[in-house]
């Protein structure tokens, strides 16, 4: 079975720049978690979504970060305008309900 | 409030050794899940382990042992004659009711380096 599926795997971009990254989650799950990893934070919930509908936010870094989930199939987590300190990686995950499975995450790198 | 501690941050053993990960947890629910993934050098994060707050029976999978101890909010990973192939960091990780797919607070993980 197809685990969940990030996109890109690494992205290079330049400060300022509008950055979309993509997550389709294993079918049938219907929890879907944004996680971001950095040395000096370590990893930390951005936003999940249930049945689709973003459920806690909270952890939305500000205004500049912004997520979708416009079907059950596909999320984006979108940066603008990047800055350095996103540089990070993010990681997409999924539940059916009990476990988080997580995706092999985006490399993102803004300098 | 939750916290997973991880009070290790680097452990090194020579191949075939034994090593214990240490995990402390806090939380003040009374029905919650602990986890632990791994995440080897290619950076995905693998599950290994759920075990819900009801659930105090130790597990053994393979070379893996995991000891939950509700007494002192502790949930250590065991790995036998480790190998090369274990060398990962480790996060232990805890969710609070009503089910596992609540927030996830995860510890700052377990970097182990088995030698040969």
Same mark, same amino acid.
């Given at each position: ?111 | 409030?939750?916290?997973?501690? +991880? ?5 090194? $053993? ?7 990960? *240490?995990?402390?947890? !806090? ?11 791994? +995440?080897?050098?290619?950076g995905e994060l $693998? ?7 009801? *659930?105090?029976?130790? !597990? ?17 990973f065991t790995i ?15 969710s609070e009711a ?19």
């Open positions: 079975d197809a685990g969940v599926i990030q996109s890109p795997r690494h992205e290079v971009t330049e400060m300022g720049q509008e950055v979309t990254l993509r997550c389709k989650p294993i079918s049938g799950h219907d929890y879907l978690f944004w996680y971001r990893q950095t040395m000096m934070r370590g990893l930390e919930l951005l936003i999940y979504f249930n049945n689709n509908v973003p459920i806690d936010d909270s952890g939305m870094p500000e205004d500049r970060f912004s997520a979708k989930m416009p079907n059950a199939s596909f999320s984006t987590l979108k940066i603008q305008p990047s800055e350095p300190r996103d540089s990070a990686v993010y990681f997409c995950a999924s539940s059916p309900g009990n476990t988080i499975y997580f995706g092999e995450g985006s490399w993102l790198t803004v300098v | 409030a939750q916290k997973v501690t +991880q009070a290790q941050t680097e452990i090194s $053993v020579v191949e075939k050794e034994d090593v214990t990960l *240490d995990c402390v947890y !806090e939380t003040r629910d009374t029905t919650y899940y602990l986890f632990w993934y791994k +995440q080897p050098p290619s $693998v599950f290994l382990i759920r075990r819900n707050s009801f *659930d105090e029976q130790n !597990e053994i999978s393979g070379r893996y042992s995991w000891n939950f101890q509700k007494s002192t909010s502790s949930f250590n036998t004659a480790s190998q090369v192939v274990d060398s990962a960091v480790y996060f232990c990780a805890l009503p089910g596992a797919n609540s927030k996830l607070t995860f510890g700052k993980g377990i970097t182990l380096s088995v030698r040969p």
